[in-house]
């Protein structure tokens, strides 16, 4: 608050020398010298002292209570005058309001309202100074010192221990008095300080952390410091805890662990921050430095850097806290013991590591890890990890072991561990021979993480004063032995197994050793059968030889090994091993035999290793008799040694490592299933049929191949006798017949495949062949039929057998003929033509490439000619026989006498000779036969010129007869003929054959017939062939199923077309047409296909077949004809060639073809889909597209009746509109309404008695558009101008509107959608529409059919509703619902109470006007980019501006009514705003309301059309600059109009007139009904001052922070509580906020209650009702006048006599002095 004027003349000297300040430094801290100290000054004279002045200034209570008798020493020092003394002086009711606390002494309790030294308030300092000041009361507990107050100057105002100092200073004869509103109670405990300090929260917790209550401790911990006297306790605050947890985490988690020995080392460092018998004020650290002993012993230095104090490099952050036994200052940082350190001990209690401590201390290892001399990395473990081991199972000894186990020395951080690396831990086991269990390290590089043990590193290196601790996830238990090791390794289990097998007492027990162990894997890679050989009892020796080659002495650690190093071992047999690592540390054995994949898995005796192969001894050799051995083929085995005497040499092959050999090996159940087993010589040949030289894989055998056995047969040139290997689609290989069902079991010596069937050597070639009767049972029957069996059986022949396939695909006709009895000598030198004779037998293999030709069986000089082509294959041989036949499968059929192949056709000799008569007899088609010799055409058959003859079936002919058709007629059957030897493989689809038929409307040419091939199916005419290309020797015969009558003319040919239906129907109903293509000649017709018309638009198609288009169908189709030529597909001219047509001969009539290889284009409109559509006057081709002439126009008319719209047709010929659809100068878009949607207009019209021409004219022009506009060419919100044009508009024509898709609906008109679009005529387009359209109505109206109801109710308010109805040619910006709610509560409440209230709709129609432009419609493709100004209001000029950017349009007000901008608050602010109390701003309310300059609005809708203009809906209502929101206004409209009346009568209206610059708390008008009853007892004095508590001084800042004060005009204090919520400082007097709205030079803010004791107020408070109020009432009545400050000026001496009747006059009757607040940002 300002200081009075006078007040400050008076004793500015006075203050400045009763103060004392440390010119040397600026000091939060000030000490005060007593009046008497004063040797120059001011001589004040005055009679009363304290103890009076406190009676006479209306302290009774206060000098009731001294003058009570417990405190005559009291008494007696504020009577004399010796000295001066200040009296904190409560009022009368504050020491009403107060009682005693318990424990407090009366007589202290006074003392501490008494201080040395006078202390005047208000002091003159510009910023906040706090001081110390000593009282009267002095305590044993600070060692005989005085207790302090603490002075605090902060914004003009003083406070003493926080409560401000509610009246100015009062001289007396020895002291001064300052009036204060509570009684100051003496500094409590210090060991109060940590729980009511929340800043300290974190230390009160480690204080109750060491209770010593609870604690061991009891006598030397903290707690028990804060109740010792004489205490400097430095406090530190939660920031430094936070701090120091940041800066050393594994510390604190460490001394708050709760373990006893953290809890020791809390306590030393609590202590740390205890000083004993020593109160340490910062007035004292002012003075000098000083050092200080804490209760721990640490040193403590107390240091000053300008106005900071420290403490051991501490900042004191809160100083000089009081209490009864000392001092508490408050720091920033933890002080800590200098010897304080960390070891692995500790760290581990830290770690929460409890269990592995507990282990520790259990086992005596407790000095490994407290020690500083030896550094350990300790692999730790959690309880977590404990909980999930058995370790609680184990005894003290065990757990010693396991605890060395996690132990290595020396320090080993997280980095230097490598994938693999193995180290030595503390532990030693004698199973090593005394050496260091290892651990090892694995890495995995994809998740970043370490292994040790496979147990992982979760917290790495936590680096401590003896060593680092890795924390992992589970506990390293020890390993077993190389038994169990081996045992646990899944991919281990055949190398246990085997071992277990042969060697029952384990060779993985013995100390010291190393294994590598071969994986499943590298066991399941060696041959099975040498497994199942090392399993049998045979093998065992081997098998255990084999396993000790893997056991070798001395463990080896790969991970121990260097790159490039090699050393031997020795194995448990006592061979030799060598084990490599190479540069990239991959480990081998032997060179390279075999991989390490897994290295250095630990066991308790040793290290084992998995390897990837199974090393095999030195001297092993798998042999034959081993492989069978193995796999178990006992039959074999022994029938080999049954023969040894008849065939020696066998059985020494499978032990022979001289020779390799192939063994094909029936199985046991093989041989079981052999009816009669052969004996001797036999029995010897049958195996050696199993044996082949060398070595013959599986892979070595391909599809066809023959393998030569060790079996010789005479009857075969004494050749060997064949295997046949063939190979199926499920991957199985035969050998003949028998299938390998085990495969490549290899050995030193050879290779074994197991079969399913004993080998049998084959029989003859003929019971070879009559083993198949499906085959070839049509060649053997014939053998037997003509008895040449015997000459077949000689031995050593080649036999090309056909099979029965072959015989069948003779002609049939031949086969008939060699089947006749008569033929058989010919029949039989047939078959010896089959048989060949040579040198050798010709297997596939053995016929040579090229041609060659052999001898056959017929006569010496009939041979055969092969031919083998050089891309044969053993499976497909490519060989032919006389050119004809094709060697096919089944080949080299084997055969004790020979070998024969399949040929797929049979070998016929040159001497059958059958012309076309024969040909028919075969083929049974004698009817034709019969018919054409009838028909005297006869000769043809028997001729030498070649014919093709399409023969019908004597069926056929039957059907033919029966239908009435005349075969024999020439017509008919030359039409069967086509010159030449034509056989189907040489025809193509669609291929004409001239026939012998010729006729005079084809201009003489030949009927052609046309072939289509469809599949397989050949169509030759109506009829298909059934049996084609039977050869002849004069020609070919095709059986078909019909006969083929000649084709009919066009018009019938046409109709016969499935896809020419249309066409059809417009050719049968257009009757010129039709009579000419059915009776005049050489026409080509090119007629559409239906699929043509689809491709019309439908509307065109529509019109063409309705019955109204017959002249414009003759005019199209005749275009389609062309004259005077016939024009086959094939006989189309390459390029472009021009045809006159049945419309005319001119350019315009003709039609141009287009052709381009096998593309055929007639114009540039349709292609050829089907051609040659035979007629007997011409030939019809369907094309892809309808051709329209030149001459054809497809208006909007025709367009309309094609698309049905004969509604709005018939309508437009109504209304005389007719000239507009058929008008091809102009082009117009319609949107046209269906049927259906004019069915009720039409209806509508019929009842009207007034509906006229005119009416129905302007409603079709509003659906007529000028131009061309397809949907591509629409946007949404286009504004499309129809022909219908208002006089409302000025002339102007009425816009539809397009608005964008919704749905499946791309587009809409006006809201309705266009259901059909882009309907194209040759004058424009139709888009059709399922409802009629309506032109737009009033602005009014269409404001209330937008659902701006606010508007509309504003407007009516206004009485604007017929301007808006009636004015044309108008534009409104619209302001939305939203916009309005967004004014705020006072705005819009205000212009809510227009319908009443006369002043309000005057506002109210004043910003309804502004929204409006007259006398232009602006629509929004009008408003030009940048700004364009709008005048609202021709008289006063008012404007708006309009933007257009980048297509977004915003509108700008030039004035305003309120604000929630900061910002401009403080515009109207006439200093800054004041500091915010707290660093956080939060907003008052969610009210929105418009900025006070220059209103911005976005269109949010643009172009709502009608009648009389346009209008534009805003987001934001504007304001013209006359607009103003006055105070007054704003009450109004916040409901407060009870507030205004109380306000009248208290006569201060004027206040709300003229507000400058305040703000208002306004209680709605039901708040102040609920205190009306008290409100009426009031005087005027009291109304006037409750109303101006609800009057701030100043504008309120936006948002209200928490704390914030605010100043009424009455010196009351509001202080904030929350953004909506306040109360009267120092009561429980508040009010709940409901809005903030900024008005004309004030904040205006609702309210629930009033500010009135018993008001309904919701609290908030914390003192009492006395304040600054009820000290003024002690003052008044007359101003200070501005002649009294100059006289007083006048002379010094005159000064000190006027300045004491002055102060005297001022404290009887000063007034209460309104003061604006001001507060610096």
């Given at each position: 608050?300002?200081?009075?004027?006078?007040?400050?003349?008076?004793?500015?000297?006075?203050?400045?020398?009763?103060?004392?300040?440390?010119?040397?430094?600026?000091?939060?801290?000030?000490?005060?010298?007593?009046?008497?100290?004063?040797?120059?000054?001011?001589?004040?004279?005055?009679?009363?002292?304290?103890?009076?002045?406190?009676?006479?200034?209306?302290?009774?209570?206060?000098?009731?209570?001294?003058?009570?008798?417990?405190?005559?020493?009291?008494?007696?020092?504020?009577?004399?005058?010796?000295?001066?003394?200040?009296?904190?002086?409560?009022?009368?009711?504050?020491?009403?309001?107060?009682?005693?606390?318990?424990?407090?002494?009366?007589?202290?309790?006074?003392?501490?309202?008494?201080?040395?030294?006078?202390?005047?308030?208000?002091?003159?300092?510009?910023?906040?100074?706090?001081?110390?000041?000593?009282?009267?009361?002095?305590?044993?507990?600070?060692?005989?010192?005085a207790q302090m107050v603490k002075l605090t100057l902060r914004g003009g105002n003083t406070y003493v221990n926080g409560h401000r100092i509610i009246a100015p200073s009062d001289l007396a004869a020895n002291g001064v008095i300052n009036g204060i509103g509570v009684v100051l109670l003496p500094p409590q405990s210090m060991e109060l300080f940590p729980d009511r300090n929340p800043s300290v929260s974190l230390l009160c917790a480690a204080l109750r952390a060491v209770s010593l209550r609870d604690s061991p401790y009891c006598g030397t911990g903290p707690e028990d410091a804060l109740t010792k006297t004489a205490i400097t306790f430095l406090a530190p605050n939660n920031e430094a805890f936070v701090g120091f947890w940041d800066a050393h985490p594994l510390w604190?988690?460490?001394?708050?662990?709760?373990?006893?020995?953290?809890?020791?080392?809390?306590?030393?460092?609590?202590?740390?921050?205890?000083?004993?018998?020593?109160?340490?004020?910062?007035?004292?650290?002012?003075?000098?430095?000083?050092?200080?002993?804490?209760?721990?012993?640490?040193?403590?230095?107390?240091?000053?850097?300008?106005?900071?104090?420290?403490?051991?490099?501490?900042?004191?952050?809160?100083?000089?806290?009081?209490?009864?036994?000392?001092?508490?200052?408050?720091?920033?940082?933890?002080?800590?013991?200098?010897?304080?350190?960390?070891?692995?001990?500790?760290?581990?209690?830290?770690?929460?590591?409890?269990?592995?401590?507990?282990?520790?201390?259990?086992?005596?290892?407790?000095?490994?890890?407290?020690?500083?001399?030896?550094?350990?990395?300790?692999?730790?473990?959690?309880?977590?990890?404990?909980?999930?081991?058995?370790?609680?199972n184990y005894t003290v000894p065990q757990l010693r072991q396991v605890i060395l186990y996690h132990m290595v020395q020396g320090q080993l951080p997280s980095s230097l561990f490598s994938d693999g690396s193995i180290l030595d831990s503390e532990l030693l086991l004698v199973t090593l021979d005394g050496g260091s269990q290892k651990l090892k390290v694995t890495l995995d590089a994809t998740e970043n993480k370490i292994f040790v043990n496979r147990q992982q590193i979760i917290n790495p290196d936590t680096y401590v004063s003896n060593g680092i601790i890795q924390l992992i996830n589970g506990v390293l238990l020890l390993p077993p032995l190389l038994d169990t090791v081996v045992t646990e390794q899944p991919s281990l289990s055949s190398f246990e197994g085997l071992l277990t097998l042969v060697s029952p007492e384990q060779p993985l027990k013995t100390d010291n050793i190393s294994v590598f162990a071969p994986s499943d894997s590298a066991f399941d890679a060696l041959p099975s059968t040498l497994i199942s050989y090392f399993r049998s009892t045979a093998g065992h020796p081997d098998l255990l030889g084999l396993l000790l080659y893997h056991l070798a002495t001395n463990p080896v650690y790969i991970g121990e090994l260097s790159f490039n190093s090699q050393i031997s071992l020795t194995t448990l047999d006592q061979q030799p091993l060598i084990l490599s690592i190479d540069a990239f540390g991959n480990a081998v054995l032997n060179n390279g035999q075999a991989n390490i994949t897994t290295q250095d898995i630990l066991g308790a005796n040793g290290a084992a290793h998995i390897i990837s192969q199974v090393l095999l001894p030195p001297g092993f050799e798998f042999t034959l008799d081993k492989v069978l051995a193995g796999l178990g083929l006992t039959t074999f085995s022994s029938l080999l040694k049954n023969v040894s005497?008849?065939?020696?040499?066998?059985?020494?092959?499978?032990?022979?490592?001289?020779?390799?050999?192939?063994?094909?090996?029936?199985?046991?159940?093989?041989?079981?299933?052999?009816?009669?087993?052969?004996?001797?010589?036999?029995?010897?040949?049958?195996?050696?049929?199993?044996?082949?030289?060398?070595?013959?894989?599986?892979?070595?055998?391909?599809n066809g191949s023959l393998l030569s056995s060790l079996l010789i047969v005479p009857t075969l040139f004494n050749g060997p006798q064949q295997l046949k290997v063939s190979t199926g689609s499920n991957a199985n290989i035969l050998i003949n017949t028998a299938k390998i069902i085990q495969s490549d079991e290899y050995a030193i010596n050879g290779v074994v495949q197991v079969i399913d069937q004993?080998?049998?050597?084959?029989?003859?070639?003929?019971?070879?062949?009559?083993?198949?009767?499906?085959?070839?049972?049509?060649?053997?029957?014939?053998?037997?039929?003509?008895?040449?069996?015997?000459?077949?059986?000689?031995?050593?022949?080649?036999?090309?057998?056909?099979?029965?396939?072959?015989?069948?695909?003779?002609?049939?006709a031949l086969l008939q003929y060699l089947l006749l009895p008569s033929a058989r000598s010919d029949l039989a030198d047939f078959l010896l033509y089959h048989a060949a004779t040579a040198n050798r037998i010709l297997y596939t293999s053995s016929i040579p490439v090229g041609k060659s030709s052999v001898s056959t069986l017929i006569k010496p000089n009939e041979q055969l000619t092969l031919e083998k082509a050089n891309t044969a294959s053993l499976a497909s041989p490519n060989i032919t026989v006389n050119g004809i036949a094709r060697v096919v499968s089944p080949i080299n059929m084997l055969a004790s006498d020979g070998v024969a192949h399949t040929i797929d056709r049979v070998l016929v000799p040159p001497s059958f000779d059958f012309d076309l008569r024969r040909t028919l007899i075969g083929l049974n088609a004698t009817s034709i036969l019969d018919a054409i010799t009838s028909g005297g055409l006869g000769h043809l058959l028997t001729g030498k010129f070649p014919y093709t003859l399409f023969a019908p079936t004597n069926a056929a002919v039957a059907k033919a007869l029966a239908k009435g058709i005349n075969v024999t007629a020439s017509n008919l059957l030359y039409y069967h003929f086509v010159s030449g030897a034509v056989q189907t493989n040489s025809l193509t689809t669609g291929e004409l054959l001239p026939t012998l038929l010729s006729l005079y409307n084809l201009q003489g040419r030949s009927q052609p017939l046309k072939i289509l091939i469809v599949g397989s199916r050949y169509q030759i005419g109506s009829a298909n062939i059934t049996k084609a290309n039977n050869v002849a020797s004069n020609g070919v015969v095709h059986l078909i199923d019909g006969v083929i009558e000649p084709p009919p003319p066009i018009a019938v040919a046409i109709a016969a077309v499935p896809s020419l239906k249309n066409a059809t129907f417009a050719i049968n109903s257009t009757a010129a047409l039709n009579t000419t293509l059915m009776y005049q000649g050489n026409f080509t017709a090119f007629v559409p296909a239906d699929s043509a018309f689809a491709a019309l638009a439908p509307p065109l198609t529509a019109y063409l077949l309705n019955q109204e288009s017959v002249a414009d169908r003759l005019l199209i189709f005749s275009y389609h004809v062309v004259v005077n030529d016939v024009l086959y597909w094939a006989e189309i001219p390459e390029g472009n060639s021009t045809h006159p047509t049945l419309a005319g001969s001119s350019a315009q009539d003709s039609l141009t073809i287009y052709r381009r290889d096998s593309t055929v284009n007639v114009t540039d409109r349709a292609t050829i889909l089907q051609s040659d559509v035979l007629a007997s006057n011409g030939v019809v081709h369907t094309i892809s597209g309808v051709l329209l002439p030149s001459a054809f126009q497809f208006t909007l008319d025709k367009l309309a009746l094609g698309l049905n719209l004969t509604s709005f047709r018939s309508l437009v010929a109504q209304a005389n509109l007719t000239s507009i659809l058929t008008d091809t100068n102009s082009a117009y878009t319609i949107f046209a309404p269906t049927n259906y949607a004019l069915s009720t207009f039409i209806k509508k019209r019929a009842q009207s008695k007034v509906a006229d021409d005119q009416d129905l004219a302007e409603f079709l022009k509003y659906h007529i558009v000028p131009g061309r506009f397809q949907t591509s060419n629409l946007a949404a919100g286009m504004l499309l101008?129809?022909?219908?044009?208002?006089?409302?508009?000025?002339?102007?024509?009425?816009?539809?509107?397009?608005?964008?898709?919704?749905?499946?609906?791309?587009?809409?008109?006006?809201?309705?959608?266009?259901?059909?679009?882009?309907?194209?005529?040759?004058?424009?387009?139709?888009?059709?529409?399922?409802?009629?359209?309506?032109?737009?109505?009033?602005?009014?109206?269409?404001?209330?059919?937008?659902?701006?109801?606010?508007?509309?109710?504003?407007?009516?308010?206004?009485?604007?509703?017929?301007?808006?109805?009636?004015?044309?040619?108008?534009?409104?910006?619209?302001?939305?619902?939203?916009?309005?709610?967004?004014?705020?509560?006072?705005?819009?409440?205000?212009?809510?109470?227009?319908?009443?209230?006369?002043?309000?709709?005057?506002?109210?129609?004043?910003?309804?006007?502004?929204?409006?432009?007259?006398?232009?419609?602006?629509?929004?493709?009008?408003?030009?980019?940048?700004?364009?100004?709008?005048?609202?209001?021709?008289?006063?000029?008012?404007?708006?501006?309009?933007?257009?950017?980048n297509g977004v349009l915003t509108v700008t007000g030039d004035g305003g009514g309120a604000t929630n901008s900061r910002n401009n608050i403080r515009q109207q602010q006439q200093q800054p705003p004041p500091p915010l109390p707290l660093p956080h701003t939060t907003l008052l309310s969610p009210h929105t309301i418009p900025p006070l300059k220059r209103t911005v609005a976005t269109v949010t809708e643009r172009d709502n059309l009608a009648a009389n203009g346009v209008l534009h809906e805003i987001n934001n209502v504007l304001f013209p600059t006359s607009f103003i929101f006055t105070t007054e206004m704003a009450v109004e409209g916040l409901d407060g109009t009870t507030f205004l009346e109380y306000l009248s009568k208290a006569g201060m209206m004027n206040i709300v007139r003229d507000p400058r610059n305040h703000s208002f708390i306004v209680p709605s008008n039901a708040a102040f009904a609920r205190v009306a009853a008290h409100i009426s007892k009031l005087s005027t004095d009291d109304l006037e001052d409750l109303l101006l508590t609800h009057?701030?001084?100043?504008?309120?800042?936006?948002?209200?922070?928490?704390?914030?004060?605010?100043?009424?005009?009455?010196?009351?204090?509001?202080?904030?509580?929350?953004?909506?919520?306040?109360?009267?400082?120092?009561?429980?007097?508040?009010?709940?906020?409901?809005?903030?709205?900024?008005?004309?030079?004030?904040?205006?803010?609702?309210?629930?209650?009033?500010?009135?004791?018993?008001?309904?107020?919701?609290?908030?408070?914390?003192?009492?009702?006395?304040?600054?109020?009820?000290?003024?009432?002690?003052?008044?009545?007359?101003?200070?006048?501005?002649?009294?400050?100059?006289?007083?000026?006048?002379?010094?001496?005159l000064a000190c006599v006027l300045g004491g009747m002055v102060f005297a006059l001022w404290r009887r009757f000063r007034k209460p002095e309104y003061h604006v607040l001001v507060l610096d940002e």
């Open positions: 608050m300002k200081c009075n004027t006078v007040y400050i003349v008076l004793f500015f000297t006075f203050i400045y020398l009763c103060l004392t300040v440390d010119s040397g430094a600026s000091s939060t801290t000030i000490r005060l010298s007593s009046l008497d100290s004063l040797e120059n000054g001011i001589n004040i004279n005055t009679n009363s002292t304290l103890l009076e002045a406190l009676v006479t200034d209306g302290f009774t209570k206060l000098a009731a209570v001294v003058n009570d008798g417990c405190c005559s020493g009291l008494v007696k020092l504020l009577q004399q005058l010796s000295s001066n003394h200040t009296v904190f002086a409560p009022t009368n009711a504050a020491i009403s309001g107060t009682p005693l606390p318990m424990g407090t002494k009366l007589y202290e309790l006074l003392q501490y309202h008494v201080t040395p030294g006078s202390v005047l308030t208000p002091p003159v300092f510009k910023s906040s100074v706090e001081l110390l000041v000593p009282t009267e009361l002095v305590l044993s507990t600070l060692n005989h010192r604190a988690q460490y001394l708050l662990s709760g373990n006893p020995m953290a809890g020791a080392d809390l306590i030393n460092v609590l202590l740390c921050h205890f000083v004993e018998n020593d109160v340490l004020y910062t007035p004292d650290i002012k003075e000098r430095d000083i050092n200080a002993t804490s209760m721990s012993g640490t040193m403590l230095e107390f240091t000053r850097s300008g106005t900071s104090f420290f403490v051991n490099g501490a900042e004191i952050i809160t100083a000089d806290n009081l209490a009864s036994n000392g001092v508490v200052h408050v720091i920033n940082k933890i002080l800590m013991p200098p010897d304080f350190s960390l070891d692995l001990l500790k760290a581990l209690v830290a770690l929460d590591c409890t269990q592995f401590v507990r282990i520790i201390t259990e086992t005596n290892l407790t000095a490994y890890f407290t020690q500083e001399q030896t550094n350990y990395t300790v692999f730790a473990f959690d309880d977590v990890a404990y909980s999930r081991s058995p370790l609680s005497s008849i065939d020696p040499g066998l059985a020494a092959m499978l032990t022979n490592i001289t020779a390799n050999h192939t063994l094909f090996v029936p199985s046991n159940a093989a041989f079981a299933r052999l009816p009669v087993l052969p004996t001797g010589k036999q029995l010897a040949d049958l195996l050696r049929y199993h044996f082949t030289n060398g070595w013959t894989r599986t892979t070595d055998l391909t004993v080998l049998q050597p084959p029989p003859s070639l003929l019971t070879v062949l009559n083993s198949d009767k499906n085959d070839f049972s049509t060649f053997t029957n014939a053998i037997n039929i003509t008895g040449i069996a015997r000459q077949l059986s000689r031995g050593n022949l080649t036999l090309f057998a056909p099979s029965n396939a072959a015989f069948d695909s003779l002609e049939p101008p129809t022909l219908l044009r208002l006089p409302s508009l000025q002339g102007d024509a009425q816009r539809v509107k397009i608005t964008d898709s919704v749905g499946s609906v791309k587009y809409f008109v006006n809201n309705v959608p266009i259901a059909l679009a882009n309907q194209v005529g040759f004058n424009g387009f139709i888009h059709v529409i399922n409802q009629t359209l309506t032109a737009p109505p009033s602005l009014y109206d269409v404001a209330l059919n937008h659902t701006l109801s606010t508007l509309t109710k504003y407007i009516n308010y206004a009485n604007m509703s017929e301007i808006l109805r009636q004015v044309p040619h108008t534009t409104v910006f619209a302001p939305t619902n939203a916009a309005f709610d967004g004014l705020g509560t006072a705005l819009k409440g205000y212009l809510a109470t227009a319908a009443g209230n006369p002043n309000a709709s005057q506002v109210l129609a004043q910003v309804l006007d502004y929204h409006v432009v007259p006398s232009k419609t602006w629509y929004s493709a009008d408003i030009p980019a940048g700004d364009t100004r709008l005048v609202t209001n021709t008289d006063t000029k008012e404007a708006i501006t309009v933007t257009n950017k009057i701030v001084n100043g504008l309120i800042p936006l948002p209200l922070v928490k704390k914030m004060e605010l100043p009424t005009l009455n010196d009351k204090i509001l202080v904030v509580d929350s953004p909506d919520h306040l109360h009267v400082l120092d009561t429980n007097i508040g009010t709940t906020l409901t809005s903030a709205n900024p008005a004309l030079m004030s904040v205006v803010f609702g309210a629930e209650n009033v500010l009135i004791a018993g008001g309904g107020g919701d609290g908030g408070g914390d003192g009492s009702n006395d304040g600054p109020d009820d000290m003024d009432k002690k003052f008044g009545g007359l101003e200070l006048k501005w002649w009294i400050v100059i006289g007083v000026a006048g002379s010094s001496v």
